[in-house]
Nanobody
Framework: QVQLVESGGGLVQAGGSLRLSCAAS????????MGWYRQAPGKQRPLVAT???????NYADSVKGRFTISRDNAKNTVYLQMNNLKPEDTAVYYC?????????WGQGTQVTVSS
């Protein structure tokens, strides 16, 4: 069993930055991939970024060059550094982790970007 808790969301003006954190607890030794998804009301929940235990990363085209995902395995934490934020980045951001064949989700943290 894995529990995920996100933090770091908030309100920011366009062009600003935020850093999201996601701390994992429970059966953390079984975690393989960690990542971030986001969801706006009435829309899908597309991938933002993922990272493996070996630090292999994958990004959505919409955030490449602006967002950076990283992880600290000793702290069981994944981060998302978000720079040059745009209004279209406004969404609830969800942390995810895979453990074996299971996928776990955090409760989400709101990011709002104003023009």
């Amino acid at each position: 069993q894995v529990q995920l808790v996100e933090s770091g969301g908030g309100l920011v003006q366009a062009g600003g930055s935020l850093r999201l954190s996601c701390a994992a607890s429970g059966s953390i030794f079984s975690i393989n991939v960690m990542g971030w998804y986001r969801q706006a009301p009435g829309k899908q929940r597309p991938l933002v970024a993922t990272i493996t235990r070996g630090d292999s990363t994958n990004y959505a085209d919409s955030v490449k060059g602006r967002f950076t995902i990283s992880r600290d395995n000793a702290k069981n934490t994944v981060y998302l550094q978000m720079n040059n934020l745009k209004p279209e980045d406004t969404a609830v951001y969800y942390c995810t982790a895979t453990s074996g064949s299971r996928q776990y989700w955090g409760q989400g943290t709101q990011v709002t970007v104003s023009s």
